[in-house]
């Protein structure tokens, strides 16, 4: 094989596109019918967890007041207080924490549990935080609705625990970056059916233990991406069906007795239903496994490529030549054309790995919250 086969510059962009936003997606995961019935129908309980999205930053020189406080009478040690932390873990879901607060809040106010002013000036806080680019308010989104708006503030926590409060924003987090994850998957297998439609009837080896063995098509090479990307989405898919179910209601663990309306909270959030049993509601983190496990398969395929057109690339193969705009130099070798990205594609796949496996060694839990 002689010369340039390949221009990579129709498909690297997009390549390195999905990498990226694939990597940002799984980031935090590391640093971790229709008809209504009275599912939960228990006395009322406010949080036993500190873990949230909304805990307010202990200000210096002054001590905290946390919402689980009211009986002690002496507060955590810094030492405690900094061990158990997860702000920085779970500020990556601040935009999920507002919209479910400003859903929770709207049916309050229709449920009677709320007055309808209340309701007004906390949805016009959340839109103010929602706009702002102050990293230290959306970390303590409650604090800061609390320093807007006054009192009315507070009232948002009524028939909410941070246990379902949070892991009703991990799902909303993980149905979100289903979606980008899907559309970059899409952008994908077109920029490869876009290359096998330029170079139709091209004819390039086909490699077994990388010797060469029988001749195929370079479309024929190019579409068994498409289709194990298209499997890909299948099982993006059928993840997002499963957990595209709402546990707000479940409070802590047992529900409320005030009379809320879970459906429309549901409804409001995009939620398939409620979730039927409340400590199934705040117990269950499975579908982060199976989000984990669905972009791991994902991340394998791209390694797959990556290592194929680093190959490609080779002055050995000589089948591809990466276009300047993805491609590094040598300080020392003029004559050097690297294709960084591409081996980065193949190498960052390995942090998708080290994701599932930390995450599997959360097991052996109770049911309901525990700190892990």
């Given at each position: 094989?002689?010369?340039?086969?390949?221009?990579?510059?129709?498909?690297?962009?997009?390549?390195?596109?999905?990498?990226s936003?694939?990597?940002?997606?799984?980031?935090?995961c590391?640093?971790?019918?229709?008809?209504?019935?009275?599912?939960?129908?228990?006395?009322?309980?406010?949080?036993?967890?500190?873990?949230?999205v909304?805990?307010s930053?202990?200000?210096?020189?002054?001590?905290?007041?946390?919402?689980?406080?009211?009986?002690?009478?002496?507060s955590?040690?810094?030492?405690?207080?900094?061990?158990?932390?997860?702000?920085?873990?779970?500020?990556?879901?601040?935009?999920?924490?507002?919209?479910?607060?400003?859903a929770?809040?709207?049916?309050?106010?229709?449920?009677?549990?709320?007055?309808?002013?209340?309701?007004?000036?906390?949805?016009?806080?959340?839109?103010?935080?929602?706009?702002?680019?102050?990293?230290?308010?959306?970390?303590?989104?409650?604090?800061?609705?609390?320093?807007?708006?006054?009192?009315?503030?507070?009232?948002?926590?009524?028939?909410?625990?941070?246990?379902?409060?949070?892991?009703?924003?991990?799902?909303?987090?993980?149905?979100?970056?289903?979606?980008?994850?899907?559309?970059?998957?899409?952008?994908?297998q077109?920029?490869?059916?876009?290359?096998?439609?330029?170079?139709?009837?091209?004819?390039?080896?086909?490699?077994?233990?990388?010797?060469?063995?029988?001749?195929?098509?370079?479309?024929?090479?190019?579409?068994?991406?498409?289709?194990?990307?298209?499997?890909?989405?299948?099982?993006?898919?059928?993840?997002?069906?499963?957990?595209?179910?709402?546990?707000?209601?479940?409070?802590?663990?047992?529900?409320?007795?005030?009379?809320?309306?879970?459906?429309?909270t549901?409804?409001?959030?995009?939620?398939?239903?409620?979730?039927?049993?409340?400590?199934?509601?705040?117990?269950?983190?499975?579908?982060?496994?199976?989000?984990?496990?669905?972009?791991l398969?994902?991340?394998?395929?791209?390694?797959?490529?990556?290592?194929?057109?680093?190959?490609?690339?080779?002055?050995?193969?000589?089948?591809?030549?990466p276009?300047?705009?993805?491609s590094?130099?040598?300080?020392?070798?003029?004559?050097?054309?690297?294709p960084?990205?591409?081996?980065?594609?193949?190498?960052?796949?390995?942090?998708?790995?080290?994701?599932?496996?930390?995450?599997?060694?959360?097991?052996?839990?109770?049911?309901?919250?525990?700190?892990?």
């Amino acid at each position: 094989m002689q010369g340039t086969l390949i221009n990579s510059s129709l498909l690297l962009p997009q390549q390195i596109s999905l990498i990226s936003k694939f990597r940002f997606h799984l980031g935090f995961c590391k640093n971790t019918q229709k008809k209504k019935s009275g599912i939960f129908s228990v006395n009322e309980t406010m949080s036993d967890s500190s873990s949230s999205v909304i805990l307010s930053e202990k200000k210096q020189n002054e001590k905290e007041v946390k919402l689980w406080g009211g009986r002690f009478e002496e507060s955590v040690t810094d030492t405690v207080e900094k061990f158990s932390e997860s702000i920085s873990y779970d500020k990556a879901l601040y935009k999920q924490d507002i919209k479910q607060s400003k859903a929770h809040a709207t049916m309050l106010a229709k449920q009677g549990l709320m007055t309808a002013s209340d309701r007004d000036a906390i949805l016009q806080g959340l839109d103010k935080i929602e706009k702002t680019d102050r990293e230290d308010v959306h970390m303590n989104i409650e604090a800061a609705l609390t320093d807007l708006i006054g009192e009315p503030a507070k009232k948002i926590h009524t028939a909410r625990s941070r246990n379902d409060q949070v892991v009703t924003d991990l799902r909303l987090w993980c149905r979100d970056a289903i979606y980008k994850i899907l559309l970059c998957i899409k952008r994908l297998q077109v920029a490869l059916v876009n290359l096998a439609k330029v170079n139709e009837g091209l004819i390039v080896p086909g490699y077994t233990h990388l010797q060469s063995a029988q001749p195929v098509l370079l479309q024929h090479l190019l579409l068994s991406y498409v289709e194990q990307l298209e499997r890909d989405n299948g099982r993006l898919a059928d993840c997002r069906s499963r957990l595209n179910f709402c546990p707000l209601g479940a409070c802590a663990l047992a529900g409320t007795g005030l009379p809320i309306d879970r459906f429309m909270t549901s409804d409001a959030l995009g939620f398939t239903a409620p979730m039927r049993n409340s400590i199934d509601a705040v117990s269950d983190r499975n579908f982060v496994l199976e989000f984990l496990s669905a972009n791991l398969i994902v991340a394998i395929h791209l390694s797959r490529l990556g290592e194929e057109w680093v190959l490609w690339a080779s002055e050995e193969f000589g089948f591809l030549t990466p276009s300047n705009a993805v491609s590094t130099g040598s300080s020392i070798m003029p004559q050097k054309k690297n294709p960084n990205p591409m081996e980065l594609v193949r190498g960052k796949s390995a942090r998708v790995v080290g994701d599932l496996v930390i995450y599997r060694k959360t097991r052996s839990l109770c049911s309901t919250v525990l700190k892990q």
